[in-house]
T-cell receptor, first 114, second 114 residues
Framework: DTEVTQTPKHLVMGMTNKKSLKCEQH?????MYWYKQKAKKPPELMFV???????INESVPSRFSPECPNSSLLNLHLHALQPEDSALYLC?????????????FGSGTRLTVV | KNQVEQSPQSLIILEGKNCTLQ??????????LRWYKQDTGRGPVSLTI?????NTKSNGRYTATLDADTKQSSLHITASQLSDSASYIC?????????????FGTGTRLTVIP
């Protein structure tokens, strides 16, 4: 298995909702990442998990809450989002943090906040 | 400052024609450079990855070149197909850990028309 699987593919949520994005990989990668990508812009790093520990939080608002239950799973919990948070959310993984050879992106979750 | 610049921003070509996309970077110390193809609303898919010592690498109709002295890379697409319509993103990684070490270009939007 050489894929990073993200669910759901599409999500529409209200500003008072609580939802979660899920990311899963079975490549034995020990680093996992969340990115946010707005239209026609490059992905922006949000969080890095290394060996299931949060290693980087790029000053992301607390309405985004990451969680790494085990080495294969990465969640992003969403609460009280704003319409400007609408974007494509990408998960990625690599063998180790900083190791870019096996860097693999998921297909993303298209999030719309209404 | 670590930067990755791509040109052109957008490109329209006829099906069957060749094209070349450019990437200039100032990332240091350099680790590797990767070209991704990203369809609208989907995650980036890796096309090639090149290290300091590699000048050329091919993947089917895609050929990437790297000049580490001038810090330039190109992606050449041969005999373009309609399915090549996508954004092509150049990503350069630096040799360090403990911080974000991946730097994204803003991409070239390629449209192939019949």
């Amino acid at each position: 298995d050489t894929e990073v699987t993200q669910t759901p593919k599409h999500l529409v949520m209200g500003m008072t909702n609580k939802k979660s994005l899920k990311c899963e990989q079975h490549m034995g990668h020990r680093a996992m990442y969340w990115y946010k990508q707005k239209a026609k812009k490059p992905p922006e790093l949000m969080f890095v998990y290394s060996y299931e520990k949060l290693s980087i939080n790029e000053s992301v608002p607390s309405r985004f809450s990451p969680e790494c239950p085990n080495s294969s799973l990465l969640n992003l919990h969403l609460h009280a989002l704003q319409p400007e948070d609408s974007a494509l959310y990408l998960c990625a993984s690599s063998q180790n943090w900083g190791d870019n050879y096996g860097y693999t992106f998921g297909s993303g979750t298209r999030l719309t906040v209404v | 400052k670590n930067q990755v610049e791509q040109s052109p921003q957008s490109l329209i070509i006829l099906e069957g024609k060749n094209c070349t996309l450019q990437c200039n970077y100032t990332v240091s110390p350099f680790s590797n450079l990767r070209w991704y193809k990203q369809d609208t609303g989907r995650g980036p898919v890796s096309l090639t990855i090149m290290t300091f010592s590699e000048n050329t690498k091919s993947n089917g109709r895609y050929t990437a070149t790297l000049d580490a002295d001038t810090k330039q890379s190109s992606l050449h697409i041969t005999a373009s197909q309609l399915s090549d319509s996508a954004s092509y993103i150049c990503v350069v990684s630096a040799v360090y850990t403990g911080a974000n070490n991946l730097f994204f270009g803003t991409g070239t939007r390629l449209t192939v028309i019949p």
